[in-house]
């Protein structure tokens, strides 16, 4: 039955495999389950509470992407835009997290709508190459700057920043993690990143600094995040632009992953992926479920090309998956271990087991600058600025802005307004409207 439902003979497969494809996709990807809780934490957020609504909307998402579009593709609260939720809209504007997971469960319906209208193609191709892969770049950037922060290998000090205590045991656990995760990731070991923080939290238990809570234990309560959103709160806030950051964000983590995977798979025939609507559809649910659950914004992971390479072809591989993030929901006392920081002094916490997957994940993340068309400099200096735009402001939407409007000026100013279409024009005004009559 199963094998007739998934159609594994067409796809040139069969169960054991899809089983194996599943396992390695999730290895590939589990680093989040102990990297959101720690993340969303900063914001005020119930530990145990994310790391169940992350496990559960994972889950449900993954799921649906694998019963309704039948493709081996994962999905999980994307890294970036759990970044621009915390460290930019709660940290940086002063948002309480229930609005902004309000945000967020708005962002998950336009994404449903423009599914159903079919607009996404448009503000796709809207978009050019160049600026989406500046503003990858830039969140990749941020995502290690944060990482490097959270080691304890770069501190605050002097004028900006400083080296950090490289005598403290802390600071040694997170470089001893840095070159473990990154030499599994050399060596293109399956599950590198998740296995790597894995011995990293053992030695670190051997060193004295990370204490031992055990491996398995009771499912902690999702009371303190489920249906604490505040939509109408969102909504009075005028959080328009962070809205809008977190549809752009979600649109193209998702189009980048699914063409990525479609094409190295070969599920794309002639340009089109077929059933590209199911796969848009179960990625906007699994924000709007996450959102619900408490957690932010759920996206397809690039991580299942892991899974793919193993030879997954349907969805049985992303039920296999799914499996997985619910079986994880026993395991908080060790996912609590590994992510829960260390104080070190007031004001300063380390998270030397997490910290050093963030450095390596930043990293994996701005090899998207390659694609930028650098001898054009109306391509190049609008993605430049976003690129370094991001991690110097410390907020992702300041950056974007800083790309959209000079890409909007250059082609304007040198006589390429051609090149220049509606959706990108819009944004482009907007944010500057927004620097005008909004920036105090």
Not at 121 to 126: D, F, R, T, W, Y
Request: hydrophobic residues 55%; charged residues 10%.
């Amino acid at each position: 039955m199963i094998e007739r439902f998934f159609k594994f003979k067409e796809a040139g497969t069969d169960l054991k495999t899809e089983i194996s494809a599943g396992i390695t996709t999730f290895m590939a990807m589990a680093y989040i389950i102990f990297v959101q809780p720690a993340i969303l934490s900063h914001g005020g957020m119930d530990f145990g509470a994310v790391m169940v609504a992350t496990c559960l909307a994972s889950a449900i998402a993954t799921f649906i992407m694998g019963i309704y579009a039948n493709y081996p593709i994962a999905l999980a609260p994307g890294m970036g835009e759990n970044f621009y939720f915390v460290f930019t809209v709660i940290l940086g504007m002063g948002i309480a997290w229930q609005k902004v997971l309000g945000a967020v469960f708005i962002s998950g319906i336009v994404f449903l709508i423009l599914s159903i209208w079919r607009v996404r193609e448009k503000l796709i191709n809207a978009i050019p190459e160049s600026l989406q892969c500046g503003i990858a770049g830039g969140i990749g950037l941020f995502i290690s700057f944060i990482g490097l922060l959270q080691s304890g290998i770069i501190q605050k000090g002097g004028a900006a920043l400083t080296i950090g205590n490289f005598h403290r045991k802390e600071v040694i656990l997170s470089i001893i993690g840095l070159f473990i995760i990154g030499l599994f990731i050399a060596k293109r070991i399956k599950g590198g990143i998740l296995i790597g923080m894995i011995i990293t939290a053992i030695i670190g238990i051997f060193m004295g600094v990370v204490k031992y809570q055990g491996i398995v234990g009771k499912i902690p309560s999702l009371s303190p995040t489920f249906l604490k959103l505040d939509i109408i709160g969102a909504l009075k806030e005028g959080l328009f632009t962070v809205i809008f950051v977190f549809l752009f964000m979600d649109i193209f983590d998702t189009v980048g992953t699914v063409i990525g995977i479609g094409q190295s798979a070969g599920f794309i025939k002639d340009g089109k992926l077929p059933r590209a609507n199911r796969v848009l559809f179960s990625d906007a649910v699994g924000t709007t479920v996450g959102a619900l659950l408490g957690t932010s914004t759920v996206t397809s992971y690039i991580e299942s090309a892991a899974g793919v390479s193993a030879g997954g072809k349907t969805g049985f591989a992303s039920v296999v998956t799914a499996f997985l993030f619910l079986l994880s929901l026993f395991f908080y006392p060790f996912v609590k271990m590994v992510g829960t920081g260390i104080q070190i002094k007031e004001g300063v916490t380390l998270y030397p087991v997490t910290a050093p997957a963030l450095i390596i994940v930043g990293s994996l993340i701005i090899s998207t600058i390659k694609r930028i068309k650098w001898d054009d400099p109306t391509e190049s200096i609008p993605a430049f600025l976003a690129l370094v735009g991001i991690p110097l402001t410390y907020n992702i939407g300041e950056g974007m802005a800083f790309g959209f409007i000079s890409y909007f000026i250059l082609k304007l100013f040198t006589g390429r307004y051609k090149e220049l279409n509606w959706p990108i024009s819009i944004i482009a005004i907007a944010f500057i409207l927004r620097f005008i009559f909004l920036t105090k």
